[in-house]
């Protein structure tokens, strides 16, 4: 098995172990429980191949064996096999149960690892999520629209409350009605009641205190 191509990585080792001991080791599927003292049988059967040191093998082995794959595969009424596939042995019950926390400890490590990475994912998309709404611009306010201010209409500073005896018929006068008064002429004067024809042509009668001239 002379070779002068050196393998130093650990999957293209186990490659190799598959295709010189498809027996043995298995590739793909449900693994072999191996014979207990296999990596020496292994080192004597590539002593003379230049391809894997010792020390390389053994870190294969190690990952291999150390696979869930493999680790599934000790279980209770299985043979163990040699580098030919040749029974050696069913199991034994600590060998199984050793193998059976491995694997679970293993997973749980696993999936801890995976809680522990999904939570960091989720923390940094919080900042990044909160900085793309802050960058959100926010809607203008509708500016309220003032309701125009009535302008008062100026009012004769000078008029004052007439007297009964001073309004006769046709006289221009101003009639206090609400807050503003209104221009009109007097038409007729009965006692104290005036009837006054307003300029918007509407005709009243008020007291003679509501009269302004």
């Given at each position: 098995?002379?070779?002068?191509?050196?393998?130093?990585?650990?999957?293209?080792?186990?490659?190799?172990?598959?295709?010189?001991?498809?027996?043995?080791?298995?590739?793909?599927?449900?693994?072999?429980?191996?014979?207990?003292?296999?990596?020496?049988?292994?080192?004597?059967?590539?002593?003379?191949?230049?391809?894997?040191?010792?020390?390389?093998?053994?870190?294969?082995?190690?990952?291999?064996?150390?696979?869930?794959?493999?680790?599934?595969?000790?279980?209770?009424?299985?043979?163990?096999?040699?580098l030919?596939?040749?029974?050696?042995?069913?199991?034994?019950?600590?060998?199984?149960?050793?193998?059976?926390?491995?694997?679970?400890?293993?997973?749980?490590?696993?999936?801890?690892k995976?809680?522990?990475?999904?939570?960091?994912?989720?923390?940094?998309?919080?900042?990044?999520?909160?900085k793309?709404?802050?960058?959100?611009?926010?809607?203008?306010?509708?500016?309220?629209?003032?309701k125009?201010?009535a302008?008062?209409?100026?009012?004769?500073?000078?008029?004052?409350?007439?007297?009964?005896?001073?309004?006769?018929?046709?006289?221009?006068?101003?009639?206090?009605?609400?807050?503003?008064?209104?221009?009109?002429?007097?038409?007729?004067?009965?006692?104290?009641?005036?009837?006054?024809?307003?300029?918007s042509?509407?005709?009243?009668?008020?007291?003679?205190?509501?009269i302004?001239v």
């Open positions: 098995m002379e070779s002068t191509e050196k393998l130093t990585d650990t999957n293209a080792i186990l490659a190799y172990l598959y295709e010189t001991f498809p027996l043995c080791f298995v590739a793909e599927g449900e693994t072999k429980p191996l014979k207990i003292g296999l990596f020496q049988d292994l080192a004597e059967r590539l002593a003379d191949d230049s391809k894997v040191s010792k020390t390389q093998l053994r870190v294969a082995l190690r990952r291999y064996t150390s696979s869930w794959r493999y680790l599934k595969c000790i279980k209770a009424g299985v043979q163990r096999v040699d030919d596939g040749n029974p050696c042995g069913e199991l034994d019950a600590e060998h199984i149960e050793h193998a059976q926390n491995t694997l679970k400890e293993s997973q749980e490590r696993a999936r801890a995976r809680m522990e990475q999904a939570k960091k994912e989720q923390a940094a998309k919080k900042p990044a999520a909160k793309a709404f802050n960058k959100q611009p926010r809607a203008a306010k509708p500016k309220r629209q003032e125009p201010v302008k008062k209409p100026k009012i004769d500073e000078n008029l004052v409350p007439a007297q009964l005896d001073n309004l006769k018929p046709n006289q221009r006068v101003n009639v206090k009605l609400g807050m503003t008064p209104v221009k009109g002429v007097i038409l007729d004067i009965n006692k104290e009641d005036v009837h006054v024809q307003l300029d042509g509407l005709s009243v009668k008020v007291r003679c205190e509501h302004l």
